[in-house]
């Protein structure tokens, strides 16, 4: 059974920034893309980050692709997301997630759709 565990979120005044992560387990973690999306209230899901698992490819939105990093450690099945330069717009809850495939089809919207995420965690940009 997959499970999805995020932490590290919070609040965080513009230009900060907070190093997000998924604990994963349940499936064989290394051999699987993983990523991040966010959905505001109100909001439809926002693809956030994906990191292939054949190549090591990640994938952002061109808005976040400066500011956003993804990483994983396949040693301990942990996934990060290091966001930097935040800005009240990046308000949302943050899920981590898995559609259990090797490859992040669509890019950034690899997780979007995905059939496993964790319950998120909120981050919030504000003075």
């Known amino acids: 059974q997959v499970r999805l ?4 979120g919070g609040l965080v005044q513009p230009g900060g920034s907070l190093r997000l992560a998924c604990a994963a387990s349940g499936f064989a973690f290394k051999y699987y893309a993983m990523g991040w999306f966010r959905q505001a209230p109100g909001k439809e899901r926002e693809g956030v980050a994906c990191l292939s698992a ?4 990640a994938y952002y939105p061109q808005s976040m692709k400066v500011r956003f990093a993804i ?21 949302a809850t943050y899920h981590c997630a898995t559609d ?10 690899g997780v ?8 998120g965690t909120q981050v919030t940009v504000s003075s």
Do not use: F, H
């Not at 495939?101 to 669509?106: A, D, E, L, S, Y």
């Not at 979007?112 to 319950?119: D, E, F, I, M, R």
């Open 100 to 109: 259990l495939v090797v490859t992040c089809p669509g890019g950034p919207n």
């Open 5 to 8: 565990v995020e932490s590290g």
């Open 54 to 57: 054949s190549d090591g490819s």
């Open 71 to 91: 990483s994983r450690d396949d040693g301990n099945n942990m996934i990060y997301l290091q966001m930097n330069n935040l800005k009240p717009e990046d308000t």
């Open 112 to 119: 979007v759709s995905a059939n496993n995420w964790g319950q």
